[in-house]
């Protein structure tokens, strides 16, 4: 499998934190390269985007292929990488849903995207309450801990 960036984050924040995305303003700059304006045409009509990026700040050392303890804290139980979002994936895939808020030419401007300056983007989606939850959503409370000041504002 070989992936292309279709652009680039444009961010204020540079280091990999855990919390506090909420209010970050983030652009992604497509690759004028490969793409126009006309790539992002009718984006706007919606109000969040799903954008899949890369960990790219992540070491070979860093990734993680079995069980661990998120965020190193001991008292929420091992769980595999797959039953947690970590950034040390086996392959440095991430995904954020963004509110949008805005679109310009070949850069789309997001709210809460998870991504530092300089991250590569593989794929921009709108996103569309039908690909959203179906039924109950459930998440054990070590989740719910660790998410609650994920999104917010600045501390």
């Known amino acids: 499998m070989t992936f292309q960036a279709v652009g680039t984050v444009r961010s204020a924040r540079v280091a990999l934190e855990d919390d506090y995305w909420g209010d970050v303003i983030a652009e992604i700059h497509l690759d004028t390269s490969r793409f126009t304006p006309d790539a992002l045409l009718g984006l706007e009509a919606f109000s969040h985007a799903e954008i899949v990026f890369v960990f790219h700040q992540v070491t070979e050392e860093d990734i ?86 994920y999104f917010r504002g600045e501390a």
């Open 64 to 149: 993680v292929t079995g069980a661990r303890h998120p965020r190193g804290r001991r008292e929420w139980p091992r769980t595999g990488i797959f039953a947690q979002r970590g950034k040390g994936r086996p392959n440095r895939i991430g995904l954020s849903c963004c509110e949008l808020a805005g679109v310009s030419g070949t850069v789309l401007r997001v709210r809460g995207l998870d991504a530092v300056d300089g991250t590569p983007v593989l794929d921009i989606k709108p996103y569309l309450r039908e690909f959203g939850p179906r039924g109950e959503v459930r998440q054990p409370d070590w989740a719910t801990e660790l998410m609650k000041d």
